[in-house]
Every structure is written in structure tokens, then in C-alpha cells.
């Protein structure tokens, strides 16, 4: 009876390991994804116009007005 507690133990152990390894393994994978999903987000809350990076990941916030200059300056 002991020997099958412990077993359930250590399948239950096994399946919580599996299940981190395979959430940090989507972590890594979608990083950059996550990280441009939420500086979209957080630019519409700030009231702030969301710019893509060169790479997955590198996004960022700017100014209205930063976003108009930086148009103005491609136009020329």
C-alpha cells in the first residue's frame, strides 16, 4: 500500500515537471510575440502609437507626436 502512494507521488511529480518544461519551452518560443502583444496593449492605454522593432520582441511605445517627426523625416 505504501509502494502505491508513492508511486501517485512520483507520477504526479513527472506530470507537473512536463508541464513546466513545456510552458517554459512556449515561453521562449512566443517571447517575442508575448512581448509585442503587450506593449501593444499598454501603448493604447498609455494614449501612445505602438512601432514595430526590426526583431520580434524589440516594439516600442512612442509619442504621437515623435511618430509624426519620424514620418516627416521618411516623406524628405
Known amino acids: 500500500m505504501n509502494n502505491n502512494r508513492g508511486q501517485a ?10 508541464i513546466s518544461v513545456i510552458a517554459v519551452s512556449l515561453v521562449s518560443y512566443f517571447g517575442g510575440f508575448l512581448k509585442d502583444a503587450i506593449t501593444k496593449s499598454s501603448c493604447s492605454l498609455v494614449d501612445k502609437v505602438y512601432v514595430e522593432g526590426t526583431n520580434l520582441g524589440e516594439a516600442t511605445c512612442i509619442t504621437k507626436e515623435e511618430f ?9
Open 9 to 18: 507521488l512520483v507520477e504526479y511529480v513527472l506530470i507537473v515537471a512536463l
Open 68 to 76: 509624426e517627426k519620424r514620418q516627416n523625416e521618411g516623406n524628405h
